[in-house]
Protein backbone atom coordinates (compact mmCIF):
# COMPACT_ATOMS: atom_id res chain seq x y z
CA UNK A 1 0.00 0.00 0.00
CA UNK A 2 1.12 3.23 -1.22
CA UNK A 3 0.47 6.99 -0.46
CA UNK A 4 0.39 10.42 -2.03
CA UNK A 5 -1.14 13.40 -1.30
CA UNK A 6 -2.25 13.95 -5.43
CA UNK A 7 -2.28 10.88 -7.55
CA UNK A 8 -2.52 11.71 -11.29
CA UNK A 9 -3.13 8.71 -13.57
CA UNK A 10 -1.50 9.66 -17.01
CA UNK A 11 1.70 11.22 -18.47
CA UNK A 12 0.43 13.62 -20.65
CA UNK A 13 0.65 17.40 -21.11
CA UNK A 14 -2.64 17.94 -18.38
CA UNK A 15 -0.60 15.86 -15.94
CA UNK A 16 2.58 17.15 -16.61
CA UNK A 17 1.89 21.14 -15.74
CA UNK A 18 -0.22 19.57 -12.87
CA UNK A 19 2.74 18.08 -10.94
CA UNK A 20 4.65 20.62 -12.16
CA UNK A 21 3.14 23.15 -10.37
CA UNK A 22 1.59 21.10 -7.56
CA UNK A 23 5.62 19.39 -6.77
CA UNK A 24 6.79 22.18 -4.82
CA UNK A 25 3.37 22.05 -1.96
CA UNK A 26 2.34 18.54 -2.45
CA UNK A 27 3.90 14.64 -2.76
CA UNK A 28 2.76 14.22 -6.50
CA UNK A 29 2.16 10.57 -8.08
CA UNK A 30 1.93 9.92 -11.79
CA UNK A 31 0.77 6.59 -12.53
CA UNK A 32 1.15 5.29 -16.04
CA UNK A 33 -0.20 2.35 -18.30
CA UNK A 34 2.78 1.97 -20.52
CA UNK A 35 6.21 4.56 -20.16
CA UNK A 36 5.72 7.98 -19.12
CA UNK A 37 6.58 9.10 -22.89
CA UNK A 38 3.62 7.12 -23.85
CA UNK A 39 0.47 9.99 -24.55
CA UNK A 40 -0.93 11.39 -27.48
CA UNK A 41 0.39 14.62 -26.24
CA UNK A 42 3.83 13.29 -26.95
CA UNK A 43 2.97 12.77 -30.36
CA UNK A 44 1.77 15.72 -31.25
CA UNK A 45 2.34 17.48 -34.34
CA UNK A 46 0.41 20.83 -34.39
CA UNK A 47 0.96 23.94 -31.57
CA UNK A 48 -0.36 25.55 -29.09
CA UNK A 49 -2.89 27.96 -30.44
CA UNK A 50 -2.75 31.73 -28.00
CA UNK A 51 -3.72 34.86 -28.35
CA UNK A 52 -0.39 36.01 -28.32
CA UNK A 53 0.36 38.51 -31.37
CA UNK A 54 -0.25 42.23 -31.87
CA UNK A 55 -3.14 41.61 -34.19
CA UNK A 56 -4.52 39.37 -32.60
CA UNK A 57 -7.01 39.54 -30.00
CA UNK A 58 -8.68 37.07 -27.09
CA UNK A 59 -12.38 37.81 -28.61
CA UNK A 60 -11.11 36.67 -31.82
CA UNK A 61 -9.49 33.81 -30.86
CA UNK A 62 -12.79 33.15 -28.63
CA UNK A 63 -15.12 33.58 -31.89
CA UNK A 64 -13.52 30.96 -33.87
CA UNK A 65 -13.33 28.20 -31.17
CA UNK A 66 -17.09 29.23 -31.38
CA UNK A 67 -17.42 28.43 -34.81
CA UNK A 68 -15.48 25.70 -34.83
CA UNK A 69 -17.65 23.54 -32.11
CA UNK A 70 -20.39 24.62 -34.38
CA UNK A 71 -21.72 26.61 -31.00
CA UNK A 72 -22.50 23.71 -28.96
CA UNK A 73 -19.46 25.02 -26.79
CA UNK A 74 -19.80 27.01 -23.46
CA UNK A 75 -19.51 30.52 -24.47
CA UNK A 76 -17.86 31.25 -20.93
CA UNK A 77 -15.80 28.09 -20.62
CA UNK A 78 -14.43 28.83 -23.94
CA UNK A 79 -13.54 32.76 -22.90
CA UNK A 80 -12.46 31.20 -19.74
CA UNK A 81 -9.88 29.25 -21.42
CA UNK A 82 -8.66 31.60 -24.37
CA UNK A 83 -7.85 34.42 -21.33
CA UNK A 84 -6.25 32.15 -19.25
CA UNK A 85 -4.04 29.91 -22.23
CA UNK A 86 -2.84 33.23 -23.39
CA UNK A 87 -1.14 34.06 -19.52
CA UNK A 88 -0.18 30.00 -19.73
CA UNK A 89 1.68 30.20 -22.75
CA UNK A 90 3.72 33.66 -21.68
CA UNK A 91 4.50 32.32 -18.27
CA UNK A 92 5.77 28.56 -20.76
CA UNK A 93 7.77 31.37 -22.84
CA UNK A 94 8.77 32.90 -19.69
CA UNK A 95 10.32 30.13 -18.05
CA UNK A 96 12.32 29.13 -20.74
CA UNK A 97 10.09 26.93 -23.60
CA UNK A 98 11.89 27.16 -26.81
CA UNK A 99 9.60 27.61 -29.50
CA UNK A 100 10.19 28.36 -32.96
CA UNK A 101 11.21 32.28 -34.12
CA UNK A 102 11.82 34.04 -36.99
CA UNK A 103 15.40 35.54 -38.12
CA UNK A 104 14.71 38.32 -36.15
CA UNK A 105 13.70 36.41 -33.00
CA UNK A 106 9.96 36.97 -32.78
CA UNK A 107 7.91 34.00 -31.84
CA UNK A 108 6.85 32.11 -35.24
CA UNK A 109 2.76 31.92 -35.67
CA UNK A 110 1.49 29.31 -38.13
CA UNK A 111 -2.14 29.06 -39.29
CA UNK A 112 -4.30 26.20 -39.16
CA UNK A 113 -7.61 25.32 -39.76
CA UNK A 114 -10.62 27.10 -39.02
CA UNK A 115 -8.55 29.97 -37.26
CA UNK A 116 -8.61 33.58 -38.84
CA UNK A 117 -5.28 34.70 -38.01
CA UNK A 118 -1.75 32.95 -37.52
CA UNK A 119 -2.06 31.97 -33.76
CA UNK A 120 -0.45 28.56 -33.61
CA UNK A 121 2.94 28.11 -31.55
CA UNK A 122 4.76 25.56 -32.67
CA UNK A 123 8.35 24.06 -31.40
CA UNK A 124 10.80 21.55 -33.41
CA UNK A 125 9.03 22.36 -36.35
CA UNK A 126 5.76 19.78 -36.57
CA UNK A 127 7.28 18.49 -32.71
CA UNK A 128 5.54 20.34 -30.43
CA UNK A 129 4.50 17.90 -28.44
CA UNK A 130 7.54 16.18 -28.22
CA UNK A 131 9.35 19.27 -27.24
CA UNK A 132 6.68 20.35 -24.68
CA UNK A 133 6.68 17.21 -22.68
CA UNK A 134 10.94 17.00 -22.29
CA UNK A 135 10.57 20.75 -21.23
CA UNK A 136 8.28 20.16 -18.62
CA UNK A 137 9.36 16.66 -17.87
CA UNK A 138 12.92 18.37 -16.72
CA UNK A 139 11.52 20.93 -14.28
CA UNK A 140 9.96 17.38 -12.51
CA UNK A 141 12.14 17.20 -9.67
CA UNK A 142 10.01 16.23 -7.19
CA UNK A 143 7.65 13.96 -8.69
CA UNK A 144 6.91 10.06 -8.02
CA UNK A 145 6.69 8.03 -11.45
CA UNK A 146 4.72 4.52 -11.60
CA UNK A 147 5.31 3.01 -15.07
CA UNK A 148 3.90 -0.27 -16.51
CA UNK A 149 0.91 -0.66 -14.05
CA UNK A 150 -2.63 -0.42 -15.39
CA UNK A 151 -4.86 1.97 -13.65
CA UNK A 152 -8.01 0.27 -13.50
CA UNK A 153 -10.58 1.07 -10.74
CA UNK A 154 -11.18 3.70 -8.12
CA UNK A 155 -10.71 3.27 -4.52
CA UNK A 156 -13.68 4.70 -2.08
CA UNK A 157 -14.54 5.00 1.54
CA UNK A 158 -17.55 4.31 3.71
CA UNK A 159 -18.44 7.93 2.48
CA UNK A 160 -18.40 7.35 -1.27
CA UNK A 161 -15.16 9.67 -1.33
CA UNK A 162 -12.40 8.43 -4.11
CA UNK A 163 -9.30 8.17 -1.72
CA UNK A 164 -7.15 6.02 -4.54
CA UNK A 165 -6.80 3.51 -7.34
CA UNK A 166 -5.71 -0.14 -8.13
CA UNK A 167 -3.71 -1.27 -10.48
CA UNK A 168 -2.43 -3.91 -12.25
CA UNK A 169 1.38 -4.94 -13.33
CA UNK A 170 2.22 -6.95 -16.23
CA UNK A 171 2.30 -10.10 -14.35
CA UNK A 172 -1.49 -8.54 -13.25
CA UNK A 173 -0.62 -8.35 -9.14
CA UNK A 174 -3.16 -5.65 -8.11
CA UNK A 175 -1.42 -2.70 -5.77
CA UNK A 176 -3.46 -0.57 -4.52
CA UNK A 177 -2.87 3.79 -3.99
CA UNK A 178 -3.59 5.91 -1.82
CA UNK A 179 -4.37 9.99 -1.93
CA UNK A 180 -6.39 12.99 -0.68
CA UNK A 181 -6.89 13.81 -4.45
CA UNK A 182 -7.37 11.54 -7.95
CA UNK A 183 -6.64 13.34 -10.94
CA UNK A 184 -7.54 11.27 -14.15
CA UNK A 185 -5.80 12.74 -17.30
CA UNK A 186 -5.55 9.26 -19.34
CA UNK A 187 -6.57 10.94 -22.82
CA UNK A 188 -9.30 9.84 -25.30
CA UNK A 189 -10.47 7.15 -26.96
CA UNK A 190 -8.25 7.23 -30.31
CA UNK A 191 -7.90 3.23 -29.76
CA UNK A 192 -10.91 2.14 -30.15
CA UNK A 193 -10.88 2.66 -34.22
CA UNK A 194 -9.27 0.75 -36.39
CA UNK A 195 -7.97 4.13 -37.90
CA UNK A 196 -6.48 6.55 -35.63
CA UNK A 197 -3.43 8.94 -35.08
CA UNK A 198 -3.71 8.22 -31.62
CA UNK A 199 -0.79 6.26 -29.24
CA UNK A 200 -1.76 2.71 -29.26
CA UNK A 201 -2.27 3.01 -25.76
CA UNK A 202 -5.25 5.58 -25.79
CA UNK A 203 -8.57 3.15 -25.61
CA UNK A 204 -10.43 5.35 -22.95
CA UNK A 205 -9.78 3.54 -19.61
CA UNK A 206 -10.00 6.95 -17.75
CA UNK A 207 -13.42 7.51 -18.66
CA UNK A 208 -14.19 3.48 -18.44
CA UNK A 209 -12.71 4.43 -14.54
CA UNK A 210 -14.69 7.46 -14.01
CA UNK A 211 -17.89 5.93 -15.32
CA UNK A 212 -17.68 3.05 -13.13
CA UNK A 213 -16.81 5.33 -10.14
CA UNK A 214 -20.33 7.28 -10.72
CA UNK A 215 -19.01 10.23 -12.19
CA UNK A 216 -21.07 11.92 -14.93
CA UNK A 217 -19.65 11.59 -18.64
CA UNK A 218 -21.06 13.90 -21.71
CA UNK A 219 -21.07 14.79 -25.23
CA UNK A 220 -19.55 11.31 -26.40
CA UNK A 221 -21.00 11.20 -29.50
CA UNK A 222 -18.88 14.15 -30.29
CA UNK A 223 -15.30 12.78 -31.88
CA UNK A 224 -13.17 14.45 -34.47
CA UNK A 225 -11.22 12.27 -36.66
CA UNK A 226 -8.62 14.48 -38.69
CA UNK A 227 -8.66 14.87 -42.47
CA UNK A 228 -5.16 13.72 -43.12
CA UNK A 229 -3.45 10.54 -41.68
CA UNK A 230 -0.66 8.88 -44.30
CA UNK A 231 -2.72 6.18 -45.74
CA UNK A 232 -0.99 2.91 -47.30
CA UNK A 233 -2.05 -0.49 -48.18
CA UNK A 234 -5.30 0.75 -46.77
CA UNK A 235 -3.62 1.44 -43.20
CA UNK A 236 -3.00 4.48 -41.64
CA UNK A 237 0.45 5.03 -40.68
CA UNK A 238 0.54 8.24 -38.84
CA UNK A 239 -0.66 12.02 -38.97
CA UNK A 240 -0.08 14.74 -41.69
CA UNK A 241 -0.38 17.93 -39.19
CA UNK A 242 -3.06 20.34 -40.52
CA UNK A 243 0.27 22.58 -40.66
CA UNK A 244 1.05 21.17 -43.91
CA UNK A 245 -2.54 22.38 -44.89
CA UNK A 246 -1.35 25.86 -43.46
CA UNK A 247 1.79 26.04 -45.34
CA UNK A 248 -0.15 25.96 -48.24
CA UNK A 249 -0.75 22.50 -49.32
CA UNK A 250 -3.79 20.91 -51.00
CA UNK A 251 -6.19 18.08 -51.34
CA UNK A 252 -6.57 16.34 -54.95
CA UNK A 253 -8.15 13.20 -56.13
CA UNK A 254 -5.88 10.79 -58.05
CA UNK A 255 -7.34 12.85 -61.31
CA UNK A 256 -5.83 15.72 -60.51
CA UNK A 257 -9.08 17.49 -58.99
CA UNK A 258 -8.67 19.69 -56.09
CA UNK A 259 -11.30 18.23 -53.58
CA UNK A 260 -12.08 20.89 -51.55
CA UNK A 261 -12.85 23.19 -54.46
CA UNK A 262 -16.82 24.88 -53.92
CA UNK A 263 -16.81 22.74 -50.65
CA UNK A 264 -16.01 25.59 -48.22
CA UNK A 265 -14.75 29.39 -48.35
CA UNK A 266 -11.27 28.13 -46.35
CA UNK A 267 -10.38 25.56 -48.76
CA UNK A 268 -8.25 22.60 -47.04
CA UNK A 269 -8.78 25.07 -43.96
CA UNK A 270 -12.14 24.43 -43.50
CA UNK A 271 -12.73 23.11 -39.67
CA UNK A 272 -11.44 19.39 -39.75
CA UNK A 273 -14.93 17.21 -39.96
CA UNK A 274 -15.52 19.25 -43.02
CA UNK A 275 -12.30 18.15 -44.28
CA UNK A 276 -12.62 14.54 -43.58
CA UNK A 277 -16.11 14.65 -44.48
CA UNK A 278 -14.93 15.63 -48.03
CA UNK A 279 -12.36 12.72 -47.96
CA UNK A 280 -14.20 10.45 -46.93
CA UNK A 281 -17.00 10.43 -49.67
CA UNK A 282 -13.98 11.03 -52.16
CA UNK A 283 -12.48 7.58 -51.06
CA UNK A 284 -15.90 6.22 -51.25
CA UNK A 285 -16.38 6.94 -55.07
CA UNK A 286 -13.01 5.01 -55.59
CA UNK A 287 -11.20 7.69 -55.67
CA UNK A 288 -7.47 7.93 -54.08
CA UNK A 289 -6.71 10.76 -52.15
CA UNK A 290 -3.35 12.88 -52.24
CA UNK A 291 -2.10 15.74 -50.20
CA UNK A 292 -0.33 17.97 -52.32
CA UNK A 293 2.79 19.08 -50.93
CA UNK A 294 4.95 20.60 -54.29
CA UNK A 295 3.80 24.46 -53.46
CA UNK A 296 5.92 24.47 -49.75
CA UNK A 297 9.26 25.11 -49.71
CA UNK A 298 11.77 23.53 -47.41
CA UNK A 299 9.44 21.01 -46.32
CA UNK A 300 11.76 18.88 -45.18
CA UNK A 301 13.44 20.99 -42.26
CA UNK A 302 9.92 22.49 -41.83
CA UNK A 303 8.23 19.07 -40.82
CA UNK A 304 10.98 16.78 -40.05
CA UNK A 305 8.72 14.46 -38.51
CA UNK A 306 6.16 13.76 -41.33
CA UNK A 307 9.78 13.32 -43.53
CA UNK A 308 11.01 10.74 -41.46
CA UNK A 309 7.68 9.26 -41.43
CA UNK A 310 7.05 8.99 -44.98
CA UNK A 311 10.90 7.77 -45.52
CA UNK A 312 10.11 5.07 -43.58
CA UNK A 313 6.80 3.80 -45.33
CA UNK A 314 9.14 4.79 -48.80
CA UNK A 315 6.47 7.87 -49.86
CA UNK A 316 8.60 10.53 -51.93
CA UNK A 317 8.87 13.79 -50.50
CA UNK A 318 10.34 14.75 -53.59
CA UNK A 319 7.33 13.41 -55.52
CA UNK A 320 4.84 15.91 -53.46
CA UNK A 321 2.07 13.19 -53.01
CA UNK A 322 1.50 11.91 -49.86
CA UNK A 323 -1.71 9.43 -49.66
CA UNK A 324 -4.14 10.38 -46.61
CA UNK A 325 -7.62 9.21 -45.22
CA UNK A 326 -9.62 10.50 -42.22
CA UNK A 327 -8.79 8.33 -38.76
CA UNK A 328 -9.79 8.88 -35.23
CA UNK A 329 -7.96 11.69 -33.68
CA UNK A 330 -10.14 13.68 -30.52
CA UNK A 331 -12.51 13.30 -28.38
CA UNK A 332 -14.49 16.17 -27.47
CA UNK A 333 -16.83 14.61 -24.60
CA UNK A 334 -15.46 13.21 -21.62
CA UNK A 335 -15.72 12.94 -18.08
CA UNK A 336 -17.87 16.12 -16.77
CA UNK A 337 -16.17 18.31 -14.51
CA UNK A 338 -16.33 22.26 -13.35
CA UNK A 339 -14.46 25.01 -14.22
CA UNK A 340 -11.18 23.55 -11.96
CA UNK A 341 -11.78 20.16 -12.91
CA UNK A 342 -13.80 18.46 -10.37
CA UNK A 343 -16.37 15.54 -10.69
CA UNK A 344 -19.61 14.59 -9.52
CA UNK A 345 -17.62 12.03 -7.23
CA UNK A 346 -15.51 13.65 -4.46
CA UNK A 347 -12.05 13.64 -4.04
CA UNK A 348 -11.84 12.47 -8.25
CA UNK A 349 -10.79 15.34 -10.63
CA UNK A 350 -9.96 14.93 -14.13
CA UNK A 351 -8.14 17.09 -17.02
CA UNK A 352 -7.07 16.50 -20.60
CA UNK A 353 -8.46 14.99 -23.08
CA UNK A 354 -10.40 12.53 -20.73
CA UNK A 355 -11.99 15.57 -19.45
CA UNK A 356 -14.99 17.09 -21.03
CA UNK A 357 -14.46 20.69 -20.49
CA UNK A 358 -16.88 21.97 -22.93
CA UNK A 359 -14.62 24.32 -24.35
CA UNK A 360 -14.63 22.29 -27.71
CA UNK A 361 -18.17 21.92 -28.45
CA UNK A 362 -19.01 19.66 -31.18
CA UNK A 363 -15.54 19.40 -32.84
CA UNK A 364 -12.36 21.09 -31.43
CA UNK A 365 -10.46 24.35 -33.05
CA UNK A 366 -7.04 22.64 -34.26
CA UNK A 367 -4.38 23.14 -31.83
CA UNK A 368 -6.52 23.99 -28.62
CA UNK A 369 -5.70 20.57 -27.31
CA UNK A 370 -2.38 21.57 -25.84
CA UNK A 371 -3.88 24.59 -25.03
CA UNK A 372 -6.54 22.94 -22.88
CA UNK A 373 -4.03 20.52 -20.85
CA UNK A 374 -1.90 23.32 -19.71
CA UNK A 375 -4.68 25.69 -18.86
CA UNK A 376 -6.80 22.75 -16.81
CA UNK A 377 -2.97 21.60 -15.87
CA UNK A 378 -2.46 25.22 -14.61
CA UNK A 379 -6.21 25.59 -12.69
CA UNK A 380 -6.33 22.59 -11.28
CA UNK A 381 -3.13 22.68 -9.69
CA UNK A 382 -4.05 26.70 -8.18
CA UNK A 383 -6.98 25.21 -6.66
CA UNK A 384 -5.23 22.20 -5.13
CA UNK A 385 -2.62 23.92 -3.39
CA UNK A 386 -5.83 26.07 -1.97
CA UNK A 387 -6.94 23.47 -0.27
CA UNK A 388 -3.95 20.98 0.79
CA UNK A 389 -4.65 17.89 2.83
CA UNK A 390 -8.55 17.69 2.77
CA UNK A 391 -8.17 14.81 5.01
CA UNK A 392 -6.26 11.75 6.12
CA UNK A 393 -6.55 8.89 4.18
CA UNK A 394 -5.87 5.94 5.68
CA UNK A 395 -5.55 2.01 4.46
CA UNK A 396 -9.22 1.06 6.85
CA UNK A 397 -11.03 1.54 3.84
CA UNK A 398 -13.55 -1.79 3.04
CA UNK A 399 -14.22 -3.09 0.10
CA UNK A 400 -17.92 -4.23 -0.11
CA UNK A 401 -18.17 -5.53 -3.25
CA UNK A 402 -18.14 -9.57 -3.51
CA UNK A 403 -15.90 -11.17 -6.74
CA UNK A 404 -17.65 -12.43 -9.93
CA UNK A 405 -17.28 -15.15 -11.64
CA UNK A 406 -14.48 -14.58 -14.10
CA UNK A 407 -15.53 -14.79 -17.38
CA UNK A 408 -13.70 -14.07 -20.91
CA UNK A 409 -15.02 -11.31 -23.03
CA UNK A 410 -16.26 -13.22 -26.67
CA UNK A 411 -14.54 -10.85 -29.36
CA UNK A 412 -11.54 -9.76 -30.94
CA UNK A 413 -10.42 -6.12 -29.85
CA UNK A 414 -9.36 -6.20 -33.59
CA UNK A 415 -13.13 -6.78 -34.33
CA UNK A 416 -14.60 -3.97 -32.14
CA UNK A 417 -12.03 -1.31 -33.86
CA UNK A 418 -13.30 -2.64 -37.17
CA UNK A 419 -16.87 -2.23 -35.96
CA UNK A 420 -16.65 1.52 -34.35
CA UNK A 421 -15.22 2.40 -37.49
CA UNK A 422 -17.67 1.01 -39.67
CA UNK A 423 -21.10 1.85 -37.72
CA UNK A 424 -19.83 4.87 -35.59
CA UNK A 425 -17.32 6.38 -37.61
CA UNK A 426 -17.05 9.46 -39.58
CA UNK A 427 -20.93 9.21 -41.02
CA UNK A 428 -23.48 7.59 -39.40
CA UNK A 429 -26.60 6.22 -39.42
CA UNK A 430 -29.56 4.87 -37.43
CA UNK A 431 -29.53 1.42 -39.02
CA UNK A 432 -25.54 1.10 -38.54
CA UNK A 433 -26.03 2.51 -35.21
CA UNK A 434 -28.62 0.28 -34.13
CA UNK A 435 -26.51 -2.77 -35.64
CA UNK A 436 -23.84 -1.76 -33.76
CA UNK A 437 -25.69 -1.02 -30.31
CA UNK A 438 -26.99 -4.81 -31.03
CA UNK A 439 -23.84 -6.49 -31.90
CA UNK A 440 -22.12 -4.60 -28.07
CA UNK A 441 -25.52 -5.70 -26.28
CA UNK A 442 -25.21 -9.65 -27.28
CA UNK A 443 -21.11 -9.63 -26.31
CA UNK A 444 -22.35 -8.51 -22.47
CA UNK A 445 -25.15 -7.10 -20.87
CA UNK A 446 -24.11 -6.10 -17.50
CA UNK A 447 -21.79 -4.36 -15.79
CA UNK A 448 -19.25 -5.88 -13.49
CA UNK A 449 -19.04 -5.15 -9.58
CA UNK A 450 -14.74 -5.70 -9.49
CA UNK A 451 -12.08 -6.12 -11.33
CA UNK A 452 -9.89 -7.49 -9.11
CA UNK A 453 -9.73 -11.29 -10.51
CA UNK A 454 -9.26 -10.12 -13.87
CA UNK A 455 -6.35 -10.12 -16.24
CA UNK A 456 -5.17 -6.85 -17.81
CA UNK A 457 -5.61 -7.61 -21.14
CA UNK A 458 -9.62 -8.35 -20.47
CA UNK A 459 -9.78 -5.37 -18.40
CA UNK A 460 -8.92 -3.56 -21.22
CA UNK A 461 -11.04 -5.22 -23.51
CA UNK A 462 -14.19 -4.52 -20.85
CA UNK A 463 -13.15 -1.31 -20.58
CA UNK A 464 -13.29 -0.97 -24.57
CA UNK A 465 -16.55 -2.52 -24.71
CA UNK A 466 -18.16 0.45 -22.16
CA UNK A 467 -16.95 3.18 -23.97
CA UNK A 468 -17.77 2.24 -27.64
CA UNK A 469 -21.40 1.30 -25.43
CA UNK A 470 -21.90 4.91 -24.51
CA UNK A 471 -20.01 6.13 -27.51
CA UNK A 472 -22.73 4.61 -29.78
CA UNK A 473 -25.63 5.13 -27.10
CA UNK A 474 -25.11 8.90 -27.57
CA UNK A 475 -25.05 8.82 -31.52
CA UNK A 476 -27.64 7.34 -31.96
CA UNK A 477 -29.83 9.78 -29.44
CA UNK A 478 -28.53 12.72 -31.56
CA UNK A 479 -30.61 13.37 -34.35
CA UNK A 480 -29.07 15.39 -35.97
CA UNK A 481 -25.69 16.25 -37.94
CA UNK A 482 -23.44 19.05 -35.73
CA UNK A 483 -19.73 19.26 -35.96
CA UNK A 484 -18.03 15.55 -35.72
CA UNK A 485 -21.24 14.07 -35.47
CA UNK A 486 -22.24 13.57 -39.05
CA UNK A 487 -25.50 11.69 -39.72
CA UNK A 488 -26.29 10.95 -43.15
CA UNK A 489 -30.17 10.39 -42.65
CA UNK A 490 -30.23 13.74 -40.18
CA UNK A 491 -27.88 15.69 -42.43
CA UNK A 492 -28.88 19.15 -40.67
CA UNK A 493 -28.31 20.68 -37.80
CA UNK A 494 -31.67 20.83 -35.52
CA UNK A 495 -32.52 23.65 -33.33
CA UNK A 496 -34.12 21.34 -30.41
CA UNK A 497 -30.36 20.01 -30.45
CA UNK A 498 -28.80 23.37 -29.61
CA UNK A 499 -26.76 23.04 -26.67
CA UNK A 500 -28.59 20.27 -25.51
CA UNK A 501 -25.95 17.50 -23.77
CA UNK A 502 -26.52 14.00 -23.50
CA UNK A 503 -25.21 12.44 -19.77
CA UNK A 504 -24.46 9.16 -19.21
CA UNK A 505 -24.19 8.01 -15.56
CA UNK A 506 -23.99 4.92 -13.89
CA UNK A 507 -26.11 4.33 -10.70
CA UNK A 508 -26.52 1.12 -9.14
CA UNK A 509 -24.79 -0.77 -11.36
CA UNK A 510 -27.24 0.46 -14.31
CA UNK A 511 -26.83 2.33 -17.37
CA UNK A 512 -28.81 5.36 -17.31
CA UNK A 513 -29.09 8.52 -19.76
CA UNK A 514 -29.84 11.87 -18.90
CA UNK A 515 -30.68 14.82 -21.22
CA UNK A 516 -29.12 18.07 -20.12
CA UNK A 517 -31.41 21.02 -21.52
CA UNK A 518 -30.34 24.82 -20.20
CA UNK A 519 -29.24 23.10 -17.01
CA UNK A 520 -32.26 20.80 -16.55
CA UNK A 521 -31.75 17.29 -16.49
CA UNK A 522 -34.44 14.53 -18.25
CA UNK A 523 -34.27 10.96 -17.59
CA UNK A 524 -33.98 9.13 -20.74
CA UNK A 525 -33.40 5.80 -19.82
Known sequence: ????????????????????????????????????????????QGGVAAAISSDDSIDLHVKDTIIAGN??????????????????????????????????????????????????????????????IHFLMKTLTKVQFVENEMAFSVIKDKEDR???????????????????????????????????????????????????????????????????????????KGLISEAVRGEGAHLMNHHGRRIMDGVHPQLELAPRHIVAQQIFLERQKGNEVFLDIRTIKDFQEKFPSITQLCQEHAISIEEGLLPVSPGCHFMMGGIAIDEVGQTNVKGLFAIGEAACTTVHGANRLASNSLLEGLVFGERLADYLKSVGKTHEVTSSYIETKKPQEVRRFPFR???????????????????????????????NQELIDTLDPFKQEDIQKYFMWLV???????????TE???????????????????????????NNVMRVYFDEQNQIKIYA
Open 71 to 132: EHGNHSAIYGLVSDGKKVVQQLVHDGMNFDRKEDGSLSLGMEGAHSIQRILHAGGDQTGKHL
Open 162 to 236: CIGVKTKDAQNRVHHYLGSHVVIATGGIGGLYAASSNDSTVLGDGMAMAYLAGARLIDMEFIQFHPTLLYINRET
Open 468 to 478: GSLISKAALLR
Open 481 to 507: SRGGHIRSDFPEEQQEWYQKRIIHECE
Open 413 to 443: VEALKENMMNYVGIIRSEEKLQQHNHWLQEL
Open 1 to 44: MKKADVIIIGSGIAALQLARRLQDFLHVMIITKKNRFNSNSYMA
